[in-house]
């Protein structure tokens, strides 16, 4: 007989659970039983066992509770087995409601029972799959940041070329945008496309460091220089030589320290804090600020020269709000990133959610929808995503009135902009997918201001 793919057994030590396992195995399943107690199993090097089946009656609240945690932990599809009188009991009904993929009685014929567990099988199988296509032909993923660069849209399409064009070069970049856009990603991806690649990328807040201790974490400072410095320490800049470094919230820098930055920048060499040496150090600068720095000069909070100095090369990150588009796309590469901390019986985002998603003004931008994605993935007790899970009060949409044409030419940009995003931005699938002629795409392409991309393949930064 062959043996297929093995399979969880889950079950208190009885006799039913005995004729249970007896009959799986009969089936050609390899089965590895799992008894009480189990809260210290473990399955999370489940790759051998596709599925599981759990034998629910007789089982105490406490039993439950142990389960529901087991279950949730593991990456594979549940079969539960249980008699009517056990379904009466809350604790067992929401166990088998939210977290099995299907439920027989103990009395099953094994030919049911086998349908039942193959099937779960190939959808155990397609599923896996699945993540593991999406893991391969999605962006990089990088342990360092919490999220790749995602966007299928206009001005995210205009935000990566620039990233291409100005990481190319080794003249300073100046990056704004909002709180919570993406800047150090921006900064980051800058370093990785820049001939400064194979070394370091280091960043710092300036304003998230005390006055009295920024200039020697920027420039480090000599063994005795000030009371408790014990030893000779390293500067930030010095330690990122040959790489980039990124200054965030650079518009924060103490006044005074604007000036030894400065001098940096001209001279290329730095003192450390207490020395008198000039130690030169080959570093690319990337600063960032969510504030305006123009108004700030002005107000003489800001040193002109450095503002010179520093906006060589200028990048806006876009908030969120102007690429409304791209909420859908990020909020599933979100789901996927994310998808270990999930409970299992969650399998995605329902219309409702993403209609939410998409009238909401998120001031917070991409951080903020990480956190309420994250959220919604923890605290939700459906197959899929409702909008009370995102915490999102309705009240606090934007109510935007529209024409009923500003409505259809709205829809049209969407549609036109998703299709091309799914099909890689390549005009005769994305015209095979709308129903329409190459002609059209290209007229409505010019009709929304919708550009392509240099390359043909889908754009990530």
């Known amino acids: 007989m062959e043996v297929k793919q093995g399979c969880w057994m889950i079950a208190e030590a009885t006799g039913e659970a005995e004729q249970l396992e007896a009959k799986v195995r009969t089936l050609g399943w390899s089965v590895t039983r799992l008894s009480p107690p189990w809260s210290g199993c473990c399955l999370e090097d489940d790759s051998e066992c596709r599925i599981g089946v759990v034998h629910v009656d007789g089982l105490s609240a406490d039993r439950i509770g142990q389960l529901e945690s087991l279950i949730l932990r593991s990456r594979c599809l549940w079969l539960a087995v249980a008699a009517e009188d056990t379904l009466e009991a809350a604790e067992s009904r929401k166990l088998i409601a939210t977290l099995c993929h299907g439920l027989v009685a103990p009395t099953v014929e094994s030919q049911e029972l086998g349908c039942l567990m193959q099937q779960a099988h190939m959808m155990s199988t397609l599923q896996r799959h699945d993540v593991e296509q999406r893991g391969m032909t999605g962006a990089a993923s990088n342990d360092d940041s919490e999220y790749e660069m995602v966007g299928s849209t206009p001005v995210m399409w205009k935000l990566f070329q ?44 300036c304003g998230a460091l005390p006055d009295h201790l920024i200039q020697s974490e ?82 003489g909070r800001f040193r002109e020269d450095l503002y010179h100095r520093l906006n060589v090369l200028q990048i806006k990150v876009p908030p969120l709000r102007e690429h409304q588009e791209d909420i859908e796309i990020l909020a599933r590469y979100f789901f996927e990133r994310f998808a270990g901390e999930k409970p299992s019986h969650l399998r995605g985002i329902s219309r409702d959610a993403l209609l939410v998603m998409r009238q909401y003004s998120w001031p917070g931008n991409v951080r903020e ?39 259809k030419e709205r829809a049209e940009r969407e549609a036109l902009i998703a299709a091309l995003g799914r099909n890689k931005n390549k005009i005769h699938p994305a015209a095979k997918e709308l129903g329409v002629s190459r002609v059209t795409i290209y007229r409505l392409m010019e009709k929304h201001g919708v550009i392509r991309p240099e390359s043909s393949a889908q754009p990530t930064a």
Not at 245 to 267: A, C, H, K, S, W
Not at 371 to 388: G, K, S, T, Y
């Open 162 to 205: 620039m990233i291409r064009k100005v990481a190319a070069v080794e003249a300073p970049v100046f990056i704004s945008g909002e709180s919570g856009t993406g800047k150090e990603l921006t900064a980051q991806a800058i370093h990785e496309r820049s001939p400064r690649a194979s070394a370091c990328f280091h960043a710092i807040n």
């Open 218 to 299: 920027l420039f480090g400072h000599e063994k005795g220089a000030f009371t408790g410095a014990v030893q000779k320490k390293i500067g930030r800049i010095e330690a990122t030589d040959g790489g980039t470094l990124f200054l965030d919230e650079i518009g924060d820098l103490p006044f005074e320290l604007q000036v030894n930055l400065l001098r940096f920048l001209e001279t290329r060499t730095i003192q450390r804090v207490g020395g008198l040496e000039d130690i030169p150090v080959d570093v690319r600068i990337v600063a960032a600020t969510h504030v305006d720095l123009e108004r700030a000069v002005e107000e």
């Open 369 to 407: 929808l990480i956190n309420r994605m994250r959220r919604a993935m923890i605290m939700c007790e459906h197959r899929l995503i409702q909008p009370e899970d995102l915490g999102i009060e309705r009240r606090k949409m934007s109510r935007q009135i529209l024409t009923l044409e500003q409505a």
